[in-house]
T-cell receptor, first 110, second 117 residues
Framework: QKEVEQDPGPLSVPEGAIVSLNCTYS??????FMWYRQYSRKGPELLMY????GNKEDGRFTAQVDKSSKYISLFIRDSQPSDSATYLC??????????FGTGTRLKVLA | GAGVSQSPSNKVTEKGKDVELRCDPI?????LYWYRQSLGQGLEFLIY????????KSGLPSDRFSAERTGGSVSTLTIQRTQQEDSAVYLC???????????????FGAGSRLTVL
């Protein structure tokens, strides 16, 4: 079993839709949960992160962590064509090492 | 610099040749990482530097792969006797520290796309 599992997609949604992107993980030592966004031919960039369980909101984006079920989610409200990218989850135990998911490719159609 | 710079952005080489990939991290970032991204495989950790030393090189796939960092700054990833399975995007990232706290997150370069014919 991989440490982090993420559906690779692609996921196609119409503009304005609510998008739900998800990851599961197996290591209960993970405490920090990052979401990176990667546009085509670019490096990943940090979108947001949460510490431990709970929700965190930043504009149209909400990150959610459920440590009891080892499940992390990223919600995008009012999705825009500019949100079309690959979204990678990356949990960490707080050391230097990040474990990245395979990424979910999202396409928002105008 | 303002961001993490990687060169070359694209490299096409023949099987069996050696290649060098360069990473120039953000000034002042002590931690530097190399990752490999293959189609459908996500980001694969290769090596981590803290300063000039590499406390974790567990992700290097074989002894054909090596990396060094000098002056606590620029890093070079070298692949000897390249094979077709080495074709991938090689990403470099840096952070202020090796642990996650506050704003100490990874900043990635745009990557070096390697194609081995």
């Amino acid at each position: 079993q991989k440490e982090v599992e993420q559906d690779p997609g692609p996921l196609s949604v119409p503009e304005g839709a609510i998008v739900s992107l998800n990851c599961t993980y197996s290591n209960s030592a993970f405490q920090y949960f990052m979401w990176y966004r990667q546009y085509s031919r670019k490096g990943p960039e940090l979108l947001m992160y949460t510490y431990s369980s709970g929700n965190k909101e930043d504009g149209r984006f909400t990150a959610q962590v459920d440590k009891s079920s080892k499940y992390i989610s990223l919600f995008i409200r009012d999705s825009q064509p500019s949100d079309s990218a690959t979204y990678l989850c990356a949990p960490s135990s707080g050391t230097y090492k990040y474990i990245f998911g395979t990424g979910t490719r999202l396409k928002v159609l105008a | 610099g303002a961001g993490v710079s990687q060169s070359p952005s694209n490299k096409v080489t023949e099987k069996g040749k050696d290649v060098e990939l360069r990473c120039d991290p953000i000034s002042g970032h002590t931690a530097l990482y190399w990752y490999r991204q293959s189609l459908g495989q996500g980001l694969e950790f290769l090596i981590y530097f803290q300063g000039n030393s590499a406390p974790d090189k567990s992700g290097l796939p074989s002894d054909r792969f090596s990396a060094e960092r000098t002056g606590g700054s620029v890093s070079t990833l070298t692949i000897q006797r390249t094979q077709q399975e080495d074709s991938a995007v090689y990403l470099c990232a840096s952070s202020q520290q090796g642990t996650v706290s506050g704003a100490n997150v990874l900043t990635f370069g745009a990557g070096s796309r390697l194609t081995v014919l």
